[in-house]
Nanobody, 124 residues
């Protein structure tokens, strides 16, 4: 499985960005896809996930500001980030798994495939 993330960049506080992640060589559509982020000096943390057939999950810090969604092919996942804050500055990683259960959805170790990360910088 290969995951290719894109869409990061520099944005001002209150602005928006949309991240994209495309999965290739991943058979089956019933996979969970997620976004994590890693702030410099801290551990990688859960941001959002979408689990087949359509459940979504968010961390408390981004709930009501970020929206995770799938593309029409189901092999692409997006993260629409609105009302961005300086504390959202991080490298964002997409992840995927075909075997995850709901109780594991926020756990890094539950995901078998990871993208390379895309940097999001929010200026104050």
């Amino acid at each position: 499985v290969q995951l290719q993330a894109s869409g990061g960049g520099l944005v001002q506080t209150g602005g928006s960005l949309r991240l994209s992640c495309a999965a290739t060589r991943f058979t089956g559509s019933r996979k969970t896809m997620a976004w994590f982020r890693q702030i410099s000096g801290k551990e990688r943390e859960f941001v959002a996930a979408t689990m087949w057939p359509g459940s979504t999950y968010y961390s408390d810090s981004v709930k009501d500001r970020f929206i995770i969604s799938r593309g029409n092919t189901k092999d692409t996942v997006y993260l629409q980030m609105n009302s961005l804050k300086p504390e959202d500055t991080a490298v964002y990683y997409c992840a995927a798994s075909s075997t995850i259960i709901v109780g594991q959805i926020r756990s890094r170790s539950a995901y078998s495939s990871w993208g390379q990360g895309t940097l999001v910088t929010v200026s104050s």
